[in-house]
């Protein structure tokens, strides 16, 4: 089993009053960007991400990046629209299946069942790994992907300010469609392998767990960054879930903990579990407490 990562020295809070980053001027995201300005904002942001890791950002910087997407949001997108399309595609796959499932003769014996853990645990490793090396690293062919998360969901999202405030916003939360779309493509084969290998009710059975899955993590993800008092925010599980996320958003730790955003059962196995807050602090104050001892004796 994988131990809790070392606390860097830099993971406490700031002393009060100090400052946290700079207030340099921010043109707007590169996401979605003329390719005219996309290299300069790009090095921008890079400069953002750069500071928000180190420091964190004030308030004031955050409402400048916020300010920027939303205003670059195209006329024509419908928040609601996309909702209905990215959980609607897993949805469908979902329906699909369990109707074909209810039409195999036979149906579904037990080593079909066998597949659901099985795909519970793939995926949840797979979110795991496409979070902390896609989401957060930018290389070809994925950096529109970075582009839209770390240097514009996670400098305007933080810890104790997670809660979107307009409609409009879901669009810098939601995964955009036709990523839904792509993941439902990707996992065609593998079901098409497992109809043919093992059984048409294993295929059906990835498939209907896939589409599960993937609707989980839309519906969960949005739940956390619903605002804490709102009745789906102090649902008692979602409180949980969304503090293991939200400590995923302070851009001190987001480059190296709590990558699922489900359940963060690799994040428990690989040792990305975030150390608590004032964690450090409180080991170097044991520390110094122990050599004074050995001093006086």
Known sequence: MATLPVVPPHVDDPPEGAPRDGQGAYAGPSFGAPESLRADRRADEKELVREASARGLTEERRDAVRRKALAEIPWWYSPHAHLAATTGIGVVVLVASVVALARLDPGVRWTDLLVIPAVVLLANYYEWRVHKDVLHKRFWPFEVIYDKHTPMHHMIYVE?????????????????????????????PLALGLAHFWSAAAGWLFLLTTSLFMVSY?????????????????????RILRAHHARHHDTRLMQRYNFNVTVPLFDWLMGTMAPERGAARGARARGRGRRGLREKC
């Open 160 to 188: 104790e300010d997670m809660a979107v405030r307009d409609v409009k916003e879901l669009r810098l939360v939601l995964i955009p469609a036709a990523g839904v779309l792509g993941i439902v493509l990707a996992a065609a």
């Open 218 to 238: 839309e519906v969960l993800h949005l739940c956390y960054h619903a605002p804490a008092d709102s009745f789906i925010g102090r649902l008692g599980l979602i």
